[in-house]
């Protein structure tokens, strides 16, 4: 499956506080314990929907990693930053119900 980057995103990355890597997005998929969430918020809907969780690098940073999975073509990264305590939380709570 292929990881896709625009160039507007990746610029996008480099500027957060701080900078998030495409190798710490991908460290983040393979550390990742919990489910996917979806967005649901109306001025984020996007088809296929946007889905987001929480995972820690390799190194213990953690970080919100928010996508688009395009069945068939890979995933499109829309944006990866350090959650704050409101979406830990939300995380907590539904990331790891049972399906």
């Known amino acids: 499956m292929e990881l896709m980057i625009s160039q507007k995103i990746r610029l996008k990355l480099s500027e957060k506080k701080p900078p998030v890597t ?3 997005i991908i460290q983040c ?3 990742r ?3 996917f969430l979806e967005d649901n ?11 987001w969780f929480i995972a820690e690098t390799d190194y213990g940073i953690k970080l919100k990693v928010v996508f688009i999975f395009y069945p068939g073509r890979g995933v499109a990264i829309r944006t990866a930053y350090a959650p704050d305590d409101d979406e830990i939380r939300i995380y907590n ?7």
């Open 33 to 35: 314990d919990g489910h």
């Open 22 to 24: 495409e190798d710490e």
């Open 41 to 51: 918020r109306e001025d984020h809907q996007s088809d296929p929907p946007t889905r």
């Open 29 to 31: 998929f393979s550390n």
């Open 93 to 99: 709570k539904y990331g790891y119900e049972k399906l």
